[in-house]
């Protein structure tokens, strides 16, 4: 019976969504859409024309192309058109789903649709299912092109399947982010501005990510592979071109599983983070994008575990490396501490102080689970250093001074939440704290001459200190700090009744 | 049947609902009254589970506000004091839109659009774009919209603000057919007179507290423990004023004009006609005889302060 009732409910959210219903009616009426397939039309053929022209003019010399030469001629058409493509999709993608929710906003239909009975998953769903189905439309209008290239053996009809695998999934993950940033931001204009932040942003991680990983053990001494095949499949993070295009081969069908589903996971993620910033109280919402958060760093975790063992990771003793690349990945915190950590009220939106630590609402998102989940998310991170390779003393006191450190910027968030008056104003006033205590030290470095990386100057690199005690006094001291300033102004708090987080 | 029990929303320094309770039940039309920022819009968003409280609750058919926000959503018709319409859609897309999202099964959509745009006096409008559709009709629009459902609890903010004339008309006798199909209706409104001529329960609120509630005839009572009559005579107004002394009923006597008084009056209707008779009987030549009607702006003047949050 309850499977029953779930799959109605999900046939309602996916199959007969109103809201995809509804935007698909509109983007389709006029003749804006016309013009606007025509103007992407029109580029794509004079990408592949001038790309065609270019290329065929290098080769021969005045004597008549060789079968050879033209096969590389038309492989590179093939990866002009796919690059022109990739670059419009990554454009148009997140600019479409950016202005989705604004727009509902900005007409104040919102309220409309809330006032019925919809959960953010079948309002964003139903916007996904949207202007995800114009990203498609893009792809197939562009297939005349990339198969052409099949024709005239630039391509392989693999290739061509594999590419739009790719890229399609890579569209899904830029209008995710665009759906998430649209779920915050309050003006269209802003959205469409910092989705292409996101967009940029999400590049930078995952080819960050991608070069520490794979690619220092992409290739052994001899000149093989060297990494898993699977770890392959993360290459096409890097910009929706296919492992065949990065690597020059055809992607297995094993990394394309894996890369599917990595995909469709971190698509999801976005979306139970635009479903906890549109939900009307910290409930399911707000656990689902923790619970899944939690998963990627234990997949994070895994993967930087693999991709430090190799010759210069963990098999040269200690687990340095690996400790400095989970050091790296952590910071990305930084940008979410102040939602896990401060409260205040701003108008209607209100965070209420229901406690310092409480590991039972870890995942519901009120202030009382904020340190909970932040050791939760370390704990994760360090976990193979602490549990796997618990050889090594000063890995473990690195551990304590990473644990210390997040305590102690925890503990800024909770300071500034009791003595600023606002919500806003704690967490804005937490982050600036926060970014200049990472960046100012290793400034003082580089202004006074020194290499902050090669004489551990910065108080936050985890190598700041090389000794068990020094590496454990600090992570202690930092902790201490950090509690004592979360109680000097907010106390344990008081509030018995069910927090509340409400989010206009 | 809606019952408000203690409801309560503060915001950074300020309580916008101070604890309101009280219920209705099918076939009342509540009026509710406030100046801006009293705390009528809060409300109404709270009971349509937009807000939640910080404390109290609200049960409609016994389903709560916040344990149960979708099955309320099942039972409510929110029309909000800006229309909020997609103006890119047809009249039946834009009904067809809000009956699938209240998950009316695809077979009986066309029906439930049908009586929707008929009730609301639209059929003819079907196929228009809503963009095209005037003021009054996109207001009409938005209350179909509501009722596509058939919900038990209709909470319309300001629905007459900015029509003309004859759509206030239309909408108050919309109003008044869907008090007499059973259904629950709260209607915010600054435009009192309108208000007493279909509401049959009146709530004022002043800062977030319900400083009155009750059957619009009740509060009338309360409001003025004396009645006022106004006469017009033809002349002799001094020896008009004169009679009226002493007269049972009669508090006072104020002369308006050369033709007209006004009597402050506590008795029954029985000593109203006595004072009438009386002042034929000697003679004086009345024109009119009028007992002057309380309405709910005196009630509501009456009652708040203009104190607002």
Redesign the interface.
Same mark, same amino acid.
């Given at each position: 019976m309850a499977m029953m009732a779930w799959l109605q409910e999900q046939s309602r959210c996916y199959f007969n969504n109103a809201l995809a219903k509804r935007d698909f009616r509109t983007q389709l009426r006029g003749n804006r859409a016309i013009w606007l397939w025509s103007l992407y039309l029109s580029l794509l053929t004079i990408a592949a024309t001038s790309s065609y022209g270019q290329i065929t003019s290098g080769y021969g010399y005045g004597r008549p192309m060789e079968v050879y030469d033209m096969q590389q001629a038309l492989k590179g058409l093939y990866g002009t058109m796919l690059t022109t493509i990739t670059i419009l999709i990554t454009l148009i993608a997140p600019a479409l789903t950016a202005s989705a929710i604004t727009t509902e906003r900005q007409r104040r239909s919102l309220d409309l649709v809330f006032s019925a009975p919809v959960t953010p998953k079948y309002l964003l769903v139903g916007k996904m299912l949207g202007t995800y189905r114009y990203v498609w439309m893009l792809l197939v209008l562009s297939l005349p092109f990339t198969a052409l290239a099949v024709v005239l053996g630039g391509a392989t009809a693999w290739d061509v399947f594999t590419t739009y695998l790719s890229l399609s999934l890579v569209g899904l993950i830029y209008s995710a982010i665009g759906l998430l940033i649209s779920s915050i931001a309050i003006r269209t204009g802003h959205a469409i501005f910092y989705s292409y932040l996101g967009v940029a942003g999400y590049l930078a991680v995952v080819t960050t990510a991608l070069s520490i990983l794979i690619y220092p053990t992409l290739h052994s001494a001899t000149g093989s592979m060297r990494n898993p095949e699977w770890m392959n499949a993360l290459l096409m993070f890097g910009g929706g071109l296919p492992v065949g295009m990065a690597l020059g081969e055809t992607p297995t069908l094993l990394s394309l599983v894996i890369f599917v589903a990595l995909a469709l996971f971190i698509v999801k993620l976005f979306m139970a983070g635009a479903g906890s910033a549109l939900t009307a109280r910290a409930g399911k919402e707000t656990a689902a994008l923790r619970i899944q958060s939690i998963i990627l760093l234990l997949l994070t975790s895994i993967a930087a575990y693999i991709g430090t063992s190799g010759p210069m990771g963990l098999s040269s003793g200690m687990p340095v490396k690996y400790l400095e690349l989970a050091f790296s990945i952590l910071l990305v915190l930084v940008a979410f501490l102040p939602t896990l950590t401060c409260f205040g009220t701003d108008g209607a939106n209100r965070s209420r102080n229901d406690g310092l630590f409480r590991v039972r609402t870890m995942f519901t998102g009120t202030p009382a689970g904020g340190l909970p989940f932040i050791l939760l998310c370390v704990g994760i991170m360090l976990a193979p250093v602490l549990w796997i390779d618990n050889r090594d003393d000063v890995a473990l006191a690195l551990g304590f001074y990473i644990i210390g450190m997040w305590t102690f910027f925890w503990g800024i968030g909770r300071f500034y939440s009791g003595t600023l008056k606002g919500l806003l104003a704690a967490k804005a006033a937490h982050f600036v704290t926060m970014a200049a205590l990472l960046v100012l030290p290793d400034t003082f470095a580089v202004i006074s001459g020194s290499s902050a990386m090669e004489n551990a100057i910065s108080l936050w690199h985890p190598l700041f200190a090389n000794s068990f005690e020094v590496s454990l006094g600090y992570g202690v001291v930092l902790a201490l700090i950090g509690l004592f300033l979360a109680l000097v102004q907010t106390g344990p708090g008081t509030s018995k009744a069910a927090p509340t987080v409400l989010t206009s | 049947m809606l019952e408000v029990k203690d409801l309560r929303k503060d915001?950074?320094g300020f309580q916008a609902v101070n604890g309101i309770s009280f219920s209705l039940k099918p076939g009342d039309i509540l009026g509710f009254i406030g100046a801006n920022g009293a705390g009528k819009t809060t409300t109404i %968003?709270m009971l349509? $589970? /937009? /807000? !939640?409280p910080?404390?109290g609750t609200a049960t409609i058919d016994g389903f709560d506000i916040v344990k149960h926000p979708?099955d309320v %959503?099942?039972r409510?018709g929110?029309m909000?004091d800006?229309?909020? /319409?997609?103006d890119?859609?047809k009249v039946w !897309?834009y009904l067809?839109?809000?009956a $699938?999202?209240?998950?009316i099964p $695809?077979r009986g959509r066309p029906a439930v659009i049908k009586q929707a745009l008929e009730l609301t006096d639209l059929t003819i409008k079907r196929d228009a774009y809503v963009q095209t559709l005037s003021r009054g009709m996109q207001q009409r629009l938005c209350l179909a919209?509501c009722l596509v459902?058939d919900p038990s609890l209709l909470l319309l903010d300001e629905p007459a603000s900015g029509l003309d004339p004859r759509a206030r008309a239309e909408l108050k006798e919309l109003i008044l057919e869907l008090g007499r199909m059973g259904k629950i209706l709260i209607i915010s409104s600054h435009i009192l007179p309108e208000l007493s001529d279909f509401c049959n329960t009146v709530a004022i609120i002043e800062r977030g507290n319900m400083v009155a509630f009750g059957p619009v005839s009740t509060l009338l009572q309360q409001v003025r423990q004396s009645r006022e009559i106004r006469v017009r005579v033809l002349d002799r107004v001094a020896a008009t004023h004169a009679a009226l002394d002493g007269l049972p009923g009669v508090i006072e006597s104020t002369v308006q004009s050369e033709t007209e008084l006004r009597i402050s009056f506590d008795g029954d209707d029985h000593a109203q006609a006595n004072v009438l008779k009386t002042l034929i009987e000697k003679g004086l030549p009345v024109i009119s005889f009028q007992e002057a009607e309380a309405d709910l702006q005196d009630v509501f003047l009456q009652l708040t302060t203009g104190a607002v949050n």
């Open positions: - | 915001y950074a %968003r349509a $589970t /937009l /807000l !939640e910080s404390s979708m %959503r099942q409510i929110y909000p800006f229309f909020g /319409l997609y890119d859609v !897309e067809d839109f809000f $699938t999202i209240h998950q $695809t919209k459902h």
